[in-house]
C-alpha cells in the first residue's frame, strides 16, 4: 500500500472514530464534502446498530453517486436500517425501489420478499381497516409470480394464508354486528358476499343461516310493493340453504321460516 493511500486510510478511521464519540464530528461529515469519509462513517455507524444516523448519510452518497457499487450499497443499506427500526412502511418503500432501481443486484430477490413482509408487518388487527393486509397479499403474490422457484415461496404461502383469515374474520364480525343490530338489510349484503369470497370458510353453515333468517326478517319488515318479491328471495334461499346443509342443526328453525314465508305469500296472493 501506498504511503497516501496508508494516510487517507488512517485519517478516515480517525474521522469515524470521533464520530462515534460524539455529535459535533457527525454534524461536520453530514454538511461536509468528502463522501469517502461519509461512506465509511455511514458504514460504521450501521455496524454499531446507529441506524437513524447511518442513513442521513447514506440517503446523501446514493443521491450522489446512484449508479455506483457505494450508491447501491447505500440505499439497499437505507432500506435494511429503516427495517432494523422497525419502521415498515420507509423499509417497505425502499426495499421495493431497491428491487426496481437495481433488478438484476444478488439482494433484489431478498429485497422484494422483504418489502412484502413489511406490507404484512403493517397489517392490523381485524377490527381494523384491512387495506394493508390486501396490500401484504398482492405484495407476496408479486414475489410469487417474480420469483416461482425461491425457496421463499412456501413462506409467502403461508403467510398469506393467515392474512386470509383475517380478512375472513372482519366480514364475520361485519355480519354479526349487523344482525345484533338488527340491521337486516345490510346482514343480508355482508352474508351474501362472505359466502361468495369464502365459499370454504368453516363458518359457511353459520353464515348461510344467517342469510336465511335475516332475509326472512327483512320481508316481513317490507313495504307492500317489494313484500312479494322479497319473499320469494328468502324461499329461494331457504331451499339452497337445505339442499347445502341437509342435516344442520338449523333444520328445524329453516322448516318453519319456510312455512311462515310460504303462508305470507298464500295472504298476498289472495289480497289480489
Do not use: W
Request: aromatic share 14%.
Amino acid at each position: 500500500m501506498q504511503k497516501s493511500q496508508t494516510k487517507q486510510l488512517f485519517l478516515i478511521t480517525f474521522t469515524v472514530m470521533i464520530v462515534m464519540t460524539g455529535c459535533s464530528g457527525y454534524n461536520k461529515i453530514v454538511k461536509g464534502d468528502d463522501y469517502q469519509v461519509k461512506f465509511e462513517t455511514a458504514n460504521a455507524l450501521y455496524d454499531k446498530g446507529q441506524y437513524l444516523r447511518s442513513i442521513t448519510l447514506y440517503e446523501q452518497i446514493y443521491q450522489k453517486m446512484p449508479k455506483t457499487g457505494e450508491g447501491e450499497l447505500a440505499y439497499y443499506r437505507i432500506a435494511k436500517a429503516y427495517y432494523a427500526e422497525k419502521d415498515y412502511y420507509m423499509a417497505g418503500y425502499y426495499f421495493g425501489s431497491y428491487s426496481q432501481r437495481y433488478p438484476y443486484s444478488s439482494k433484489s430477490q431478498e429485497s422484494l420478499f422483504l418489502s412484502a413482509m413489511c406490507s404484512v408487518f403493517n397489517s392490523p388487527s381485524s377490527s381494523l381497516d384491512q387495506n394493508d393486509t390486501e396490500l401484504a397479499i398482492s405484495n407476496l403474490q408479486q414475489f410469487i409470480d417474480t420469483y416461482p422457484q425461491s425457496d421463499l415461496v412456501d413462506s409467502c404461502n403461508h403467510v398469506m394464508d393467515g392474512l386470509r383469515i383475517k380478512l375472513e374474520k372482519k366480514e364475520y364480525d361485519a355480519v354479526k354486528l349487523y344482525v345484533k343490530t338488527q340491521n337486516y338489510r345490510a346482514a343480508v349484503t355482508t352474508a351474501a358476499t362472505f359466502l361468495e369470497d369464502y365459499p370454504r370458510s368453516r363458518n359457511r353453515e353459520e353464515i348461510s343461516f344467517i342469510l336465511l333468517e335475516n332475509s326472512f326478517q327483512l320481508a316481513l319488515n317490507s313495504i307492500d310493493s317489494k313484500k312479494k318479491e322479497r319473499i320469494e328471495q328468502t324461499i329461494e334461499r331457504y331451499r339452497t340453504f337445505v339442499a347445502d346443509f341437509p342435516e344442520s342443526s338449523y333444520k328445524r328453525s329453516a322448516d318453519k321460516i319456510s312455512d311462515d314465508m310460504n303462508e305470507e305469500l298464500q295472504q298476498i296472493e289472495l289480497k289480489k
